[in-house]
């Protein structure tokens, strides 16, 4: 590599220490995540190339690993290190959870719209809730299909006790859908919150998402868990 290709790595890598990525375009943050896969070679054609190829920076990121090695330039090493930074950053999110208040609807929902990005398959997820209604755990129980998920209730049983929780949450998403819940989402929440009350186990709310928009089984009169 020549001493242009070595001072500009050098420079991207300052500006970043610097001052973030404030002010880097989408191949600039794409190109310097790869100066760490691809020691040897210019990355900057390649970061072109690939958010040409998939749309966006972020598209890059959510592509599937299979779909990734087919690239000219992306090898195994390559390729894990792209989804790698995803899940760390999807880990992170995760962890932050613990003991986040439950203040409104609308504050679990966006914060559960942050677990569902990128996701193009339905995902259950089961929040639980102390008698203060901090969340104490969040975890994916399920995931399905793009349109549909099958989900057990004795498994949800099962991970309410483990937690000891006296209020859950339930929250799923519509990848391609409206954030709308169906009839048997309805049925469903309804059957569990029976079983749950044998319990003294609370149902708080059943929230679907779509994108950036939500739906409140309690605040459409949907749930009675009382």
Known sequence: ??????????????????????????????????FFAIPQKDTNELAHKLIKKFGSLINVL????????????????????????????????????????FKSTKNIAEFMMSKFEGQ???????????????????????????????????????????NETPNVLLCHNHPTGLAIPSSNDVFFTQHLCDILKLLNVRIKDHIIISGREYASMKEMGLLVSE
């Open 1 to 34: 590599m020549d001493n242009l290709h070595k001072g500009h790595r050098a420079r991207l890598k300052q500006r970043f220490n610097n001052h973030g990525l404030e002010g880097f375009a989408e191949h600039e943050v794409l190109e310097l995540l790869l």
């Open 120 to 162: 193009n398959k339905e995902q259950f997820y089961v929040l639980c809730l102390d008698s203060c209604l901090n969340v104490t755990a969040v975890d994916s129980l399920f995931v399905g299909e793009v349109n549909t998920v099958n989900v057990s209730w004795r498994r949800i049983v099962q991970y309410v006790l483990a």
């Open 62 to 101: 959510d592509a599937p690993f299979a779909l990734l090695t087919k690239e000219n330039g992306i090898g195994d090493s390559v390729a894990t290190l792209i989804k790698l930074t995803v899940a760390i950053h999807r880990y992170c999110k995760s962890q932050q959870s613990n003991k986040r208040p």
